[in-house]
C-alpha cells in the first residue's frame, strides 16, 4: 500500500498537509466512517482523493453538480490519477472510456451525481467494480429541510449498507442539526469519527449596510475593486439582468446568471468565469455551489440571504486561493418581510419552518450586530475562540447608544397586547394612533399608549428589528408572526440589565423615502403568507390558477377579519356557497389549527346566513329534549329538519306544525318560534 505522505508530494505536488487533514486522511485509509466539516478552501476534496490512491478498489465520489465533478476529474487527470465521471454532460468518447477504465481495473476514483442512484442497474454495476470507499461531496444536500436538499442523496445510506463499505461524508456547511441529520441518514444514526475543522476563513473581510439607494452601494462596492473578479447575489431574476446591466453600463464587465436561462447559455457563462480574469457575474443562488475558481476577490449579497448558513457558504466562494477576499451584504426591513413570506409559506411542516425562522433571526443578529460580526457568525457553529480585525465593525465601531427605555416600551406593549399583535399595531400603540384596530380593541386605554411618541414609524420598525436581531423578542409562528417576548428578555423589562441599539441604523432610516404600502398591515403577514400557500396548494390540485379559489382581495379580508367559523368565513367578499363548501374548512384549518365540524344541514345554512338561527333552535331543543320539567320521554328534531325551520322561519303555529308535524310542535313549537322572532 502506498504511503499518502509520499503520494502528496509526488501526486499532488504538496510538501506537507493543510491543518486538519492528515488526520482526516488516515480515518479515511484505515477504513474508518467519516464526517469532516471543513471551512471552503480548506483542502476538502484531498482527503478523499489522495484516501483513493492508497486503499484498494474504485473510491465512487457522490457529487451534486456535473461542473464540479468534471473540474476535480479534469484536474485529477492532469496530475496522472486514473478518474472519470458518468453524467448527462459526458460525450460518448468519454463514456466509452470510463466504462473500459472500470472494466480494466484501472479507474481509481468515479464520480457520479446522487440521481444516478436511483437509474436501474446501478448498485449491480457498482458491485461488479470492486468499490472500497464511498465519498460524500457537499454531505449537507441530505438535510431535507437544509438550503441544498437533494433528495437522492438519501439513497446513500442504503448504499453504503448494500455495497457494505466505509463511508466518508464532507461538507463545509452544517450547524449541529444538520450534523445529527447527516449522521443519521448517511450512517444509520451511528456516530462516525468526526472531524470539525473549524469554519473561521480569516482572509475573508465580512461587511453588512442597510439598504440605502443599494442599486448605488453595489455599484460604488464594484467600483472600488474594478478588474476583480466578483459575485452579485440577488432575490430575484429580474433584478439579476437589471444589476448586470448597470454593472455593464459603469464599464464592468458583467453579465447575469439565473434558473430561468437556457441550460447551454448558463455553461456559457460558467465557464467564461472561470476562464476570464475580472468578470462579475449577477446571480441568484443557482450560480455558485460547484464554482472551483480560486481567485474569486468579492462576493456581494444586494439582497439578504435566506439563512445564516446560506449565507455563509455564498461568501465562502471568495477567496478560496487563500488570499484576501472581501464581502458586503445589504438588507432592508422588505428583504426580512420577503424572506419571512418564503418560510411560511413553503411546504415544510411547522417545526421546520420554525426552525428556519431561528436561522433568519440568526443572520439578522449578525446584520444588526453591536461587535465583532466574525465573533458572532463562528459563535453560530459553535466556535467561541475567535479573533478577528478584519470586519466592518472592528474597523468602525458603531455608534451606539442605550437603548433600554426603548426596549421596555416596546416588550411592555407586546406583554400588555397578550403577545398577540405584530409590529405594526405596536407601534401604533406606542406612538398614540388611534387606528380602527387600537379602538376596536381598546387599546388606548392601556398604559403603553402615546408612551413612544420620541420616534416615528420607522425608527420604532428599526428598534424592533434589532430587538428580534438580539433574539429578545420572535414571530410566532402559531399566532402568524405576533411577536412572542424571549427570555433573555426579561431581565431587560424588570430593569435588571441594560441594552444598546446601534443609533445610525434609527437615524438613517427616520431620513429615507418611505416604503411602499403592504398589501396587509404587519401583523397579519404571516397569515396572509399562510393562506397563499394553502390556496396554491388547493390550486395545485385542482390544476387551476390560484385566483380560481379565491383571489388576493378576499384572502387579504380574511386575513384582516380572521373568522373563525363557517358563518362568519360566508361573509366574506368573494365567498359563495360553492366555494364555502368546497374550501371553507381547509382555510378555517389555517386560521385556527382546526376546522369546526358541523353537520351536512348546519353547514349549507352559513352561505345564506341562518347558521345563527339554527344554532339557536338547537340550544332551545336540548333544554327542552325531556319536556319542561325534564321527565317526558326524549324527543329531538333532525338535523334537516332544524334547518328547514331556520331556513323557511314560520310565523305562526300552523306554518311551525306544517313543517314539524304535531307531536314536535307541541314539544318544541312556541319555543322555536319565540326564537324566530327574536333573530
Given at each position: 500500500?502506498?504511503?499518502?505522505?509520499?503520494?502528496?508530494?509526488?501526486?499532488?505536488?504538496?510538501?506537507?498537509f493543510?491543518?486538519?487533514?492528515?488526520e482526516?486522511v488516515n480515518?479515511?485509509v484505515?477504513?474508518?466512517?467519516?464526517?469532516?466539516i471543513?471551512?471552503?478552501g480548506?483542502?476538502k476534496?484531498?482527503?478523499?482523493?489522495?484516501?483513493?490512491?492508497?486503499r484498494?478498489?474504485?473510491?465512487?465520489?457522490?457529487?451534486?453538480?456535473?461542473?464540479l465533478?468534471?473540474?476535480?476529474?479534469?484536474?485529477?487527470?492532469?496530475?496522472?490519477?486514473?478518474?472519470?465521471a458518468?453524467?448527462?454532460?459526458?460525450?460518448?468518447?468519454?463514456?466509452?472510456?470510463?466504462?473500459?477504465a472500470?472494466?480494466?481495473?484501472s479507474?481509481?476514483?468515479l464520480?457520479?451525481?446522487?440521481e444516478?442512484?436511483s437509474a436501474g442497474?446501478t448498485?449491480?454495476?457498482?458491485?461488479?467494480i470492486?468499490?472500497?470507499?464511498i465519498?460524500?461531496d457537499?454531505?449537507?444536500?441530505?438535510?431535507q429541510?437544509?438550503?441544498d436538499?437533494?433528495?437522492d442523496?438519501?439513497?446513500?445510506?442504503?448504499?453504503?449498507?448494500?455495497?457494505?463499505?466505509p463511508?466518508?461524508?464532507?461538507?463545509?456547511?452544517?450547524?449541529?442539526?444538520?450534523?445529527?441529520?447527516?449522521?443519521?441518514?448517511?450512517?444509520?444514526?451511528?456516530?462516525?469519527?468526526t472531524?470539525l475543522?473549524?469554519?473561521?476563513?480569516?482572509n475573508?473581510?465580512?461587511?453588512?449596510?442597510?439598504?440605502d439607494?443599494?442599486?448605488?452601494?453595489?455599484l460604488?462596492?464594484a467600483?472600488?475593486r474594478?478588474?476583480q473578479?466578483?459575485?452579485?447575489?440577488?432575490?430575484?431574476?429580474?433584478k439579476?439582468?437589471?444589476?448586470?446591466k448597470?454593472?455593464?453600463?459603469?464599464?464592468?464587465?458583467?453579465?447575469?446568471?439565473?434558473?430561468g436561462?437556457?441550460p447551454?447559455?448558463?455553461?456559457?457563462?460558467?465557464?467564461?468565469?472561470k476562464?476570464?480574469?475580472?468578470?462579475?457575474?449577477?446571480?441568484?443562488?443557482?450560480?455558485?455551489?460547484?464554482?472551483?475558481?480560486?481567485?474569486?476577490r468579492?462576493?456581494?449579497h444586494a439582497?439578504?440571504?435566506?439563512?445564516i448558513?446560506?449565507?455563509?457558504?455564498?461568501i465562502g466562494?471568495?477567496?478560496?486561493?487563500?488570499?484576501?477576499?472581501?464581502t458586503?451584504?445589504?438588507?432592508?426591513a422588505?428583504?426580512?418581510?420577503f424572506?419571512?413570506?418564503?418560510?411560511?409559506?413553503?411546504?415544510?411542516?411547522p417545526?421546520?419552518?420554525?426552525?428556519?425562522?431561528a436561522?433568519?433571526?440568526?443572520?439578522?443578529?449578525?446584520?444588526?450586530?453591536?461587535?465583532?460580526?466574525?465573533?458572532?457568525?463562528?459563535?453560530?457553529?459553535?466556535?467561541?475562540?475567535v479573533t478577528?480585525g478584519?470586519?466592518?465593525l472592528?474597523?468602525?465601531?458603531?455608534?451606539v447608544?442605550d437603548?433600554?427605555?426603548a426596549v421596555?416600551?416596546?416588550?411592555?406593549?407586546?406583554l400588555?397586547?397578550?403577545?398577540?399583535?405584530?409590529?405594526?399595531h405596536?407601534?401604533?400603540?406606542?406612538r398614540?394612533?388611534?387606528?380602527?384596530?387600537?379602538?376596536a380593541?381598546?387599546?388606548?386605554?392601556?398604559?403603553?399608549?402615546?408612551?413612544?411618541?420620541?420616534?416615528?414609524?420607522?425608527?420604532?420598525?428599526?428598534?424592533?428589528?434589532?430587538?428580534?436581531?438580539?433574539d429578545?423578542?420572535?414571530?410566532?409562528?402559531?399566532r402568524?408572526g405576533?411577536?412572542?417576548?424571549?427570555?433573555?428578555a426579561?431581565?431587560?423589562l424588570?430593569?435588571?440589565?441594560?441594552?444598546e441599539?446601534?443609533?445610525?441604523s434609527?437615524?438613517?432610516v427616520?431620513?429615507?423615502?418611505?416604503?411602499?404600502?403592504?398589501?396587509?398591515?404587519?401583523?397579519?403577514?404571516?397569515?396572509l403568507s399562510?393562506?397563499?400557500?394553502?390556496?396554491?396548494?388547493?390550486?395545485?390540485?385542482?390544476r387551476?390558477p390560484p385566483?380560481?379559489?379565491?383571489?388576493?382581495?378576499t384572502?387579504?379580508?380574511?386575513?384582516?377579519t380572521?373568522p373563525?367559523?363557517l358563518?362568519?368565513?360566508?361573509?366574506i367578499?368573494?365567498?359563495?356557497?360553492?366555494k364555502l363548501?368546497r374550501y371553507g374548512?381547509?382555510?378555517?384549518?389555517v386560521?385556527?389549527?382546526e376546522?369546526e365540524?358541523?353537520?351536512?344541514?348546519?353547514?349549507?345554512?352559513?352561505?345564506?346566513g341562518d347558521g345563527?338561527?339554527?344554532d339557536m333552535?338547537?340550544?332551545?331543543?336540548?333544554?327542552?329534549?325531556?319536556g319542561?320539567n325534564?321527565?317526558?320521554?326524549?324527543?329531538s328534531?333532525?338535523?334537516?329538519l332544524?334547518?328547514?325551520?331556520?331556513?323557511q322561519k314560520?310565523?305562526?303555529e300552523?306554518g311551525?306544525?306544517?313543517?314539524?308535524?304535531?307531536?314536535?310542535?307541541?314539544r318544541?313549537?312556541?319555543?322555536?318560534?319565540?326564537?324566530?322572532?327574536k333573530?
Amino acid at each position: 500500500m502506498a504511503n499518502a505522505g509520499t503520494l502528496l508530494r509526488d501526486v499532488f505536488g504538496f510538501d506537507a498537509f493543510r491543518s486538519g487533514q492528515e488526520e482526516i486522511v488516515n480515518a479515511v485509509v484505515e477504513g474508518q466512517n467519516t464526517l469532516a466539516i471543513m471551512p471552503t478552501g480548506g483542502g476538502k476534496s484531498l482527503c478523499f482523493q489522495l484516501p483513493a490512491l492508497v486503499r484498494e478498489g474504485v473510491t465512487v465520489v457522490i457529487s451534486p453538480l456535473i461542473a464540479l465533478m468534471r473540474d476535480q476529474v479534469r484536474g485529477l487527470t492532469e496530475a496522472g490519477v486514473a478518474a472519470g465521471a458518468l453524467t448527462s454532460g459526458n460525450t460518448e468518447e468519454e463514456t466509452n472510456a470510463v466504462w473500459q477504465a472500470l472494466e480494466d481495473r484501472s479507474l481509481k476514483l468515479l464520480y457520479m451525481a446522487p440521481e444516478r442512484l436511483s437509474a436501474g442497474g446501478t448498485l449491480n454495476m457498482l458491485r461488479r467494480i470492486g468499490v472500497g470507499l464511498i465519498a460524500v461531496d457537499e454531505a449537507h444536500c441530505v438535510s431535507q429541510w437544509g438550503h441544498d436538499f437533494r433528495p437522492d442523496y438519501l439513497r446513500i445510506g442504503e448504499l453504503r449498507q448494500s455495497l457494505n463499505v466505509p463511508l466518508a461524508a464532507f461538507t463545509a456547511t452544517a450547524d449541529e442539526e444538520t450534523r445529527d441529520e447527516i449522521v443519521e441518514k448517511l450512517f444509520g444514526g451511528v456516530n462516525p469519527s468526526t472531524f470539525l475543522r473549524g469554519f473561521d476563513r480569516p482572509n475573508i473581510h465580512l461587511a453588512f449596510a442597510a439598504k440605502d439607494s443599494p442599486r448605488r452601494q453595489i455599484l460604488d462596492f464594484a467600483a472600488a475593486r474594478k478588474g476583480q473578479s466578483g459575485i452579485v447575489y440577488c432575490g430575484t431574476r429580474n433584478k439579476t439582468e437589471t444589476l448586470a446591466k448597470a454593472l455593464s453600463e459603469a464599464g464592468h464587465l458583467a453579465c447575469h446568471y439565473h434558473g430561468g436561462m437556457d441550460p447551454e447559455e448558463r455553461r456559457v457563462i460558467e465557464g467564461r468565469f472561470k476562464q476570464e480574469d475580472g468578470l462579475i457575474v449577477v446571480a441568484t443562488i443557482a450560480f455558485g455551489m460547484g464554482v472551483d475558481k480560486p481567485d474569486i476577490r468579492w462576493v456581494a449579497h444586494a439582497d439578504l440571504p435566506k439563512s445564516i448558513e446560506a449565507y455563509y457558504q455564498e461568501i465562502g466562494r471568495a477567496g478560496r486561493d487563500g488570499g484576501p477576499a472581501e464581502t458586503l451584504t445589504l438588507f432592508g426591513a422588505d428583504d426580512i418581510r420577503f424572506r419571512r413570506t418564503q418560510i411560511d409559506e413553503g411546504l415544510a411542516p411547522p417545526e421546520r419552518r420554525m426552525a428556519d425562522h431561528a436561522r433568519l433571526n440568526a443572520l439578522l443578529g449578525l446584520a444588526e450586530a453591536l461587535k465583532c460580526r466574525r465573533e458572532n457568525l463562528l459563535g453560530y457553529f459553535g466556535e467561541s475562540d475567535v479573533t478577528c480585525g478584519h470586519c466592518d465593525l472592528c474597523d468602525t465601531p458603531p455608534d451606539v447608544f442605550d437603548g433600554t427605555t426603548a426596549v421596555r416600551k416596546a416588550l411592555s406593549a407586546i406583554l400588555r397586547t397578550g403577545e398577540y399583535f405584530g409590529s405594526g399595531h405596536l407601534i401604533d400603540i406606542l406612538r398614540g394612533t388611534e387606528t380602527e384596530k387600537v379602538l376596536a380593541r381598546g387599546h388606548q386605554e392601556l398604559p403603553t399608549f402615546g408612551v413612544g411618541k420620541e420616534y416615528d414609524k420607522r425608527q420604532w420598525q428599526a428598534v424592533f428589528r434589532q430587538m428580534m436581531g438580539h433574539d429578545l423578542v420572535r414571530p410566532d409562528r402559531e399566532r402568524y408572526g405576533a411577536l412572542r417576548m424571549t427570555e433573555a428578555a426579561r431581565p431587560i423589562l424588570r430593569d435588571e440589565a441594560k441594552i444598546e441599539l446601534r443609533r445610525d441604523s434609527i437615524a438613517r432610516v427616520a431620513s429615507t423615502r418611505p416604503a411602499a404600502k403592504a398589501m396587509v398591515r404587519d401583523e397579519d403577514a404571516p397569515l396572509l403568507s399562510a393562506l397563499k400557500a394553502k390556496r396554491r396548494a388547493l390550486a395545485e390540485a385542482a390544476r387551476v390558477p390560484p385566483y380560481i379559489i379565491f383571489n388576493d382581495r378576499t384572502l387579504i379580508e380574511i386575513a384582516e377579519t380572521r373568522p373563525t367559523n363557517l358563518d362568519q368565513f360566508a361573509q366574506i367578499n368573494g365567498v359563495g356557497a360553492k366555494k364555502l363548501e368546497r374550501y371553507g374548512d381547509a382555510f378555517l384549518e389555517v386560521i385556527a389549527g382546526e376546522a369546526e365540524h358541523l353537520h351536512p344541514s348546519r353547514r349549507k345554512l352559513a352561505s345564506t346566513g341562518d347558521g345563527a338561527v339554527y344554532d339557536m333552535l338547537l340550544e332551545v331543543q336540548a333544554d327542552l329534549c325531556r319536556g319542561i320539567n325534564g321527565a317526558d320521554k326524549p324527543m329531538s328534531c333532525s338535523a334537516a329538519l332544524l334547518a328547514k325551520v331556520a331556513r323557511q322561519k314560520p310565523t305562526d303555529e300552523v306554518g311551525m306544525t306544517r313543517i314539524l308535524g304535531d307531536k314536535k310542535n307541541e314539544r318544541f313549537g312556541r319555543a322555536f318560534l319565540d326564537v324566530l322572532a327574536k333573530a
